[in-house]
């Protein structure tokens, strides 16, 4: 065996007083990183495959097994530290790309959590949520700009098409293919039940789940899987992806070895080929394109739709969303630097893009100052992470948030970050039929339809404290935010006072 | 039914074809309407005059005939049907097209073929006429792109980047002159008597549309391209 120059990343520790050689831990590792050796009749680990997902941990039926970093140190540098000497190593070794998936893990600023709610205090009293109504249902579209009449003189209550959510929460587009079907159909019942939407991601739409159509996003990418008359017409609302917060500016190419029959028959392509969105739409290259594109999608489904367009929070996002209002779209989705992925080039994922609290302050104050904000709802991506993230995002003018992350977590996800191996031992993004049976979709809807009541009822007690009853009155209202600890350039952008002004 | 679409804006035009009973329709004094079409499933439409971009765009089971050129992303994620050119198109000619049949009497502009692709029984050909621009059949995944460079047989009948990222189908361009900067992921190689047959009814069909000989054009030499990997990023990765 070749010397590969870096040592694990983890080390299993087993508690040899409490194992009972039962040799679950050895069935649940997809990685291999459990073994029985008969000789000494003891579990033995590959510590160098295991990628720390704690299912091994979890399902220890005596306790008897950790996972910690392994200790185990390169001398110290803070200019060379230990994961871009490792990093390094990988690359000398291969000549390849580094890949990885989820979230920028990077200790960035997180603004959120620089960003304190206001409560009501004497004056203005707070309401209590468990006994006075509390709307949280939103409306995503174009809202008309002034009352107009028909030439009988009564009101003109055509509006164009929106979307009802019951909560300001939607789960965000993940593709058939990077996630399993169980955790599809998990998300699809979830929206169902709490009158919201899921989002399909680009890989078009199993015929198990056209029954759910009415709870649905679908989405079309640059590589259009999937897309056809009865995808565009089952969905609830149609978005189109131009780009996501963890790989702004490149496309994405699903492995071949991930194109097993179903997801083949899905995306409507032959099995063990690559699945490959390019980069960019070769058909967009300017807001008039987009508008093409939107305007073609309105055609084919009759104006009966909204169209949504996706786009990665990028340094001039508020130029380019000022565009997309302009283009015919009724919604824009912005996706944050720090959003998820299933499988994204490291150096694109850790380096590329821009806060999302920054990126959605500015477009939403450039909208305003262009007299344009009513032309489309914004909902943001990439990280909102708690109800108070939300609260937070409603406030610095979003109508709605997109989640992807916490309802992983609330299938079971432990962020091991290794979604693009393919080998989820929690059975959500796989496509091997013994691990995505792990993941029971009777459980996980109702832990999915759990989170997203428990963030709203408590986004309902942040507003309440607030002596706010309407999500409306929320939104934009950036008088109920202070920073903590952010410069004037920092507050100037979010928009907001400093904490004790 | 006839139309005339003479100064109707798309949005009026398109209700009309949509509405429209009849399965065959003819629309009359088209000038630059987009969107004609789009989604459309079974009906007969002949268009007279210059239709507008995205035409055709996701169409299902529609024969669309234009007596006139073509502009930009015609047959844009076509699903089934015919779109008949009796004349030049633009750019973006079949983007991401997955069943069905283009076939373009004239030239084409850039970025024709891209992201085509096929699926099972589903398997979308583009048939063009003369030459094509640059970028023909980026990403192609699937399905037959046929350029006869009728007329211009002394020459490379397409522009730069010729099936760059190209990982399914087949190009086959009628020429002796095969072009000079195929990325290295295409092989380009002499066509052979078998793959003339996998050929042959297309240009059949486009010969009697456009009323050319068709063995004439068979008989011709054809440079077949051709992917060398279904998986071309497999190498590019390692997990981190």
């Given at each position: 065996m070749s010397v590969n120059y870096f040592p694990a990343e983890f080390e299993v520790l087993r508690n040899t007083d409490k194992c009972i050689k039962c040799r679950a831990c050895e069935r649940q590792c997809a990685n291999e990183v459990h073994f029985y050796d008969a000789d000494f009749d003891k579990m033995l680990t590959h510590d160098d495959q295991c990628v720390d997902c704690q299912r091994c941990v979890t399902i220890c039926p005596t306790g008897a097994l950790k996972i910690h970093k392994n200790p185990n140190e390169f001398r110290q540098n803070y200019n060379y530290t230990q994961q871009i000497m490792t990093e390094n190593y990988r690359q000398a070794g291969t000549g390849a790309v580094l890949l990885s998936s989820m979230g920028n893990p990077l200790p960035y600023p997180v603004y959120w959590d620089k960003i304190l709610i206001n409560a009501s205090q004497v004056t203005n009293p707070s309401i209590d949520p468990l006994r006075e109504p509390m709307e949280t249902k939103v409306f995503l579209g174009k809202k008309p700009n002034k009352m107009s009449f028909n030439e009988d003189g009564s009101v003109n209550t055509k509006l164009d098409p929106h979307l009802e959510l019951s909560v300001p929460i939607m789960f965000s587009a993940m593709s058939y293919g990077s996630i399993s079907k169980n955790a599809h159909e998990s998300l699809a019942r979830a929206a169902t039940e709490l009158g919201t939407y899921y989002n399909t991601g680009e890989g078009g739409l199993h015929?198990?789940?056209?029954?759910?159509g009415p709870n649905t996003i679908v989405q079309v990418a640059s590589g259009r899987f999937g897309v056809f008359k009865d995808y565009l017409e089952t969905g609830a609302a149609i978005e189109i992806k131009m780009g996501q917060g963890a790989k702004p500016g490149i496309g994405g190419h699903l492995p071949g070895a991930k194109i097993r029959e179903d997801v083949s028959k899905t995306r409507m392509i032959p099995m063990g080929t690559d699945a490959i969105s390019p980069a960019p739409h070769h058909d967009i290259y300017s807001i008039e394109d987009l508008r093409q594109l939107i305007y073609s999608l309105k055609e084919a489904t009759e104006y009966k739709k909204p169209i949504i367009v996706k786009i990665a929070a990028v340094h001039n996002v508020a130029a380019i969303a000022s565009g997309i209002a302009r283009s015919g779209a009724d919604i824009i989705a912005i996706d944050g630097f720090r959003g998820g992925t299933g499988a994204a080039p490291t150096r694109i994922r850790d380096n590329v893009g821009i806060p999302i609290e920054l990126a959605l302050a500015s477009v939403d104050q450039r909208l305003r100052d262009e007299g344009i904000r009513n032309n489309v709802s914004v909902v943001v991506a990439g990280s909102i992470r708690s109800a108070s993230d939300a609260v937070k995002a409603i406030a610095l003018g979003a109508d709605a948030i997109y989640i992807a992350t916490p309802a992983l977590l609330a299938m079971g996800c432990h962020l091991c970050r290794s979604c693009h191996g393919g080998k989820c031992n929690w059975g959500i993004a796989t496509q091997r039929p013994d691990l995505v049976k792990r993941l029971n979709p009777d459980v996980a809807y109702k832990r999915l339809v759990n989170l997203v009541h428990a963030w709203d009822h408590e986004i309902k007690e942040m507003m309440g404290g607030m002596g706010i009853n309407s999500i409306e009155a929320l939104r934009g209202n950036r008088l109920m935010l202070r920073g903590i600890g952010l410069t004037d350039r920092e507050l100037k952008i979010l928009g907001i006072a400093h904490a004790g002004e | 039914m006839k139309i005339n679409a003479d100064g109707l804006h798309f949005q009026v035009l398109n209700e009309k074809v949509r509405s429209c009973p009849d399965e065959e329709i003819v629309l009359d004094n088209v000038l630059g309407q987009r969107y004609i079409g789009a989604g459309l499933c079974d009906k007969k439409v002949t268009i007279n005059g210059v239709p507008g971009n995205a035409l055709g765009a996701y169409l299902n089971n529609s024969r669309l005939e234009v007596f006139a050129n073509a502009q930009d992303a015609t047959g844009d994620t076509m699903n089934a049907g015919e779109i008949i050119i009796h004349g030049n198109c633009g750019d973006a000619l079949g983007y991401g097209m997955r069943n069905g049949k283009i076939f373009v009497e004239g030239y084409a502009g850039y970025r024709a073929g891209i992201h085509m692709k096929q699926y099972q029984e589903l398997k979308p050909v583009l048939v063009i006429g003369g030459v094509v621009g640059d970028f023909l059949g980026e990403y192609q995944a699937g399905g037959q792109i046929i350029v006869l460079g009728i007329g211009a047989e002394d020459k490379i009948p397409v522009g730069s980047f010729c099936g760059t990222g190209m990982h399914g189908g087949a190009i086959y361009l009628r020429t002796e002159h095969c072009p000079t900067d195929l990325p290295a992921q295409v092989c380009a190689a002499d066509a052979t008597p078998e793959d003339i047959e996998e050929i042959r009814a297309d240009v059949t069909e486009f010969a009697k549309e456009f009323g050319y000989n068709a063995e004439e054009l068979l008989s011709s030499h054809f440079y077949k391209l051709t992917p060398n990997t279904a998986n071309p990023y497999r190498q590019l990765y390692v997990n981190n």
């Open positions: 015929k198990d789940f056209y029954q759910y | -």
